[in-house]
């Protein structure tokens, strides 16, 4: 397998996993007076962290989805450079810590737009590989 395939796959468990943070805020915090199955409670209700939880998940699903299918493209287009391969891991360990930071409510302004910039820069990267290399092929 190689490196981007790994980083991807590690990127894609965490985006499959973020929703777990959320889930349990909001088990730790019920409402009452809530029919979760008809219209679930509004996330004003909640503490800011499980609000920023949700938030956490919901980015890193928009974020994750376009990187992955422009990385699966390069792979089968036979398209590995360094930058494939560095964006790859620059984007798992930006995303990582987004979610960490957004979570947590550590990463405030400007860190939190600066680690989405730059994880968005990288699928712009991979993209770019993938036209460049894969226009000849």
Known sequence: MTTELIYLTLTLMLAASLWIPYIVGVNMHPQTGVDDFARPPALSDFPEWVHRAHRAHLNMIETAMPFAA???LAHALGI???V???ASIAFF???ALHAVGMISGLARFPARPILFTVSWLCTLAVGWQVLAYGAGG
Do not use: N
Request: aromatic residues 16%.
């Open 80 to 82: 590995s450079t360094v």
């Open 70 to 72: 422009l990385l699966l």
């Open 84 to 86: 494939t391969v560095w």
């Open 93 to 95: 360990w930006l995303r």
